[in-house]
């Protein structure tokens, strides 16, 4: 039976380890040509000992499956345009971005440093911006030249961007970052034959295994192991194939076994007065509304006040 993306061509970004690297096997199971970027940094973005990306090259061709490595920084220009010509020179063609690649530095706001807070905007905004745009540039001229584009590009988001996470402020910030950048590459780029959606994932990782070790730890039972980084991957893959035609601008949470269609800002209760209020005014009347508004989900991490 042919794989879901069979003669498609995948970046993923960030994909020596973790997620990425569960993307990038589950696409080349799937018959997709695999580019596995990843930098080799630390937990917290600092340089580390080498790429990962090599090694899943390797496993990947072990299963016998293609894949090329790229060791770049997706947050540059440099990194970021190389990372698509690595595509086209190994494989003449690009069908799908994976933007996954980022880390973190936790701090509360008090405490958080300006190099913090500019490293982590950097390498998930920006690490998102550059790739998506170099991408993007190759299929509007694919469309242009009159060849048929059903590209993918899948963002990563997280539930830190979608409600808030209590020591994540820049982490948080930067992840609802990315569910904007979504919506306007879905908006801007459907005309050229390009779908893009967002996932906000949960999954045991090096980002994640010390933080929340009992929550992420693998059942001792041999049971269904949810917090497996390879449970996230199946939506992610189709997602990224033909398959998931029409399906563009939407965020999706997805952990374990579960995945479910986030339903995004929209107008709650209102009030028009049809000119302007008195600050008093305006209070009594958000007092009211906010009365007959849905109450907020809680921030992650926030007990009570
Ligand atoms: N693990 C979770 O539960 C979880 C939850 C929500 C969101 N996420 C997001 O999922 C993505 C993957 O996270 P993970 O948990 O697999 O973490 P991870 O640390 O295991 O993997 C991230 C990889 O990105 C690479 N990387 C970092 N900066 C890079 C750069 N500038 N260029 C290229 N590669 C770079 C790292 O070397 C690393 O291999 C991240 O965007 C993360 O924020 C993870």
Redesign the pocket.
């Known amino acids: 039976m042919a794989g879901l993306c069979e003669g498609r061509v995948v970046i993923v ?2 994909a ?5 690297r569960a993307h990038a096997l589950a696409f080349a199971a799937e018959g997709a040509r695999v580019v596995v ?5 630390g ?1 917290d ?1 600092l340089p ?1 000992p080498e790429s ?1 990306a090599a090694q899943v090259v390797r496993e990947i061709e072990a299963l016998g499956g293609e894949a090329v490595a790229h060791g ?4 540059t220009p440099q ?1 970021a345009d190389s990372l698509v010509e690595a595509a086209l020179d190994a494989f003449g063609r690009l069908d799908t971005l994976v933007n ?4 973190l530095r936790d701090r509360m706001l008090v405490n958080l440093d300006e190099d913090d807070w500019d490293a982590v905007m950097r ?2 905004l920006k ?1 998102h911006f550059l790739p998506l745009r170099a991408a993007a540039a190759w299929w509007r001229a694919e469309a242009k030249a009159g060849r048929p584009v059903a590209a993918r590009a899948v963002n ?1 988001s ?3 961007g979608l409600l808030g996470s209590v020591g994540q402020g820049n982490y948080s910030a930067a ?1 609802a970052g990315v569910l904007g950048l979504t919506l306007v590459a879905a908006a801007e780029m459907g005309r050229y034959g390009v779908h893009v959606n967002a996932i ?4 045991r ?4 295994e010390r933080a929340f070790a009992q929550t992420m730890a693998a059942p001792e039972d041999g049971g269904f192991d949810a917090m497996a ?1 390879e449970n996230v991957s199946p939506l992610v893959v189709w997602l990224g194939a033909d398959a998931s035609a029409g399906v563009t601008g939407r965020v999706f949470e997805t952990e374990g076994g579960r995945i479910t269609v986030m339903e995004g800002w929209r107008p709650g209760p209102t009030a028009d007065r049809g000119a302007r209020w008195t600050p008093a005014e305006a209070g009594e009347a958000a007092v009211k509304l906010l009365a007959a508004a849905e109450p907020p989900l809680p921030a992650y991490g926030s007990g009570p006040a």
Request: overall charge positive; charged content about 10%.
């Open positions: 970004t960030g020596g380890r973790g997620l990425g970027n990843d930098l080799g940094v937990l973005g580390g990962p770049g920084d997706i947050a990194g996954n690649a980022g880390f390498v998930h690490g990563t997280s539930g830190a992840k906000a994932p949960a999954a990782t090096r980002m994640t980084p």
